[in-house]
């Protein structure tokens, strides 16, 4: 009888420790899953206990930026933009002038913001801008007062009359995550806020359409365009660049 207690107590005692140690490998998941994932400084920045720690992209800007300043650099013209800026090399096109690309790939309207000490380093006389692709995920009265901000604070950089304001450009069908037709309209909305600031607008859109949508034989992945494909941009704006 004795011994069948104690096997009952042993056996229970196993059990206990066997949820102990089950408890103990899920808190101990849950710790890990929550560092990596940063779900406990989520919360005490949403408690106000830490403040949000820099994007670390915000480093690589200022350091970039910080190389601008530094050379001293005196442009003729300043591409601003995102990836498809960015694959351009306009000073082929333009080979009597200074011109520098800061288009920057995956930059939205927010980031081209945190963007503009580049451009006053490099004192241009002309900024063509080329924004808002990136954007497709925010609603249309945040597009329009994001796209006027960027408008407003390129203003305190460069006169409205050195600002020319290029519309997006269409896609293919290729891109499922983006509609021509929402394209359009915010092109539209584009337009207004240019001519609201007395800035240039330079409609890249229909040089690029063809029945609204980007031609495949132009594009690498229906978005992007193809090296050979960046002549008709260049073409478009030229008597922007020498006027």
């Known amino acids: 009888m004795k011994t069948k ?99 920057y790939p995956g930059d939205n309207i927010k980031g081209m913001l945190e963007r503009l000490p580049q451009i006053r380093c490099l004192k241009p006389e002309k900024v063509f801008v080329m924004a808002g692709i990136n954007n497709r995920g925010t609603s249309d009265d945040k597009f329009r007062m994001q796209y006027a901000e960027l408008i407003d604070s390129l203003l305190t950089v460069v006169p409205a009359e050195c600002i020319y304001v290029e519309s997006m450009l269409p896609v293919n069908y290729f891109r499922k995550d983006h509609d021509n037709d929402d394209i359009v309209r915010r092109n539209g909305y584009i337009k207004t806020i240019a001519n609201n600031k007395g800035c240039r607008f330079i409609d890249l859109h229909s040089v690029y359409s063809r029945n609204g949508e980007l031609p495949a034989e132009l594009t690498i992945d229906g978005l992007h365009l193809r090296d050979e494909a960046y002549s008709l941009w260049a073409e478009a704006i030229r008597r922007y660049v020498y006027e």
């Open 5 to 103: 207690k104690v096997l009952i107590k042993d056996g229970f005692w196993k059990k206990d420790l066997l949820w102990k140690l089950i408890s103990l490998i899920f808190l101990l998941a849950f710790i890990v899953a929550g560092v990596k994932g940063n779900f406990f400084q989520k919360v005490l920045i949403r408690l106000n206990v830490i403040e949000k720690p820099m994007d670390p992209d915000y480093w690589a800007v200022r350091g970039w930026t910080n190389t601008l300043e530094q050379l001293g650099y005196d442009a003729d013209i300043v591409f601003f933009g995102n990836s498809i800026t960015y694959g351009a090399h306009f000073n082929k096109y333009f080979q009597d002038l200074e011109v520098v690309n800061l288009g």
